[in-house]
Nanobody, 118 residues
Framework: QVQLVESGGGYVQAGNSLRLSCTAS????????MGWFRQAPGRERECLAL????????FYADSVKGRFTASRDNAKNTVYLQMNNLKPQDTAVYYC???????????WGQGTQVTVFS
């Protein structure tokens, strides 16, 4: 069973940066399409970035395009989310997810809290 573990969240002032990491167990990580999501209190979960397994191409939500950069290191079974110029509205719990057995995101990490203060 694949497990995802996020790290790197924190409490930062607006304008600063954070880098989130998500490490997967298992030996077929390169075969998973990976995604980064977030959910703020009272709001729906939002897909921020999607990294396709085959092409490695990355989709970004408009809300983070130009500020956030997703990447993956298959040798380390890890995906990253570099978040620059953080804003208070970026405050949320951030999750990584994987498409392991399905073409939907069926495996989720526990989430990591990001709080941005002005």
């Amino acid at each position: 069973q694949v497990q995802l573990v996020e790290s790197g969240g924190g409490y930062v002032q607006a304008g600063n940066s954070l880098r989130l990491s998500c490490t997967a167990s298992g030996r077929t990580f390169s075969g998973y399409t990976m995604g980064w999501f977030r959910q703020a209190p009272g709001r729906e979960r939002e897909c921020l970035a999607l990294i396709r397994k085959s092409s490695g191409s990355i989709f970004y939500a408009d809300s983070v395009k130009g500020r956030f950069t997703a990447s993956r290191d298959n040798a380390k079974n890890t995906v990253y989310l570099q978040m620059n110029n953080l804003k208070p509205q970026d405050t949320a719990v951030y999750y990584c997810a994987a498409q392991v057995a399905q073409t939907t995101f069926d495996t989720w990490g526990q989430g990591t809290q990001v709080t941005v203060f002005s």
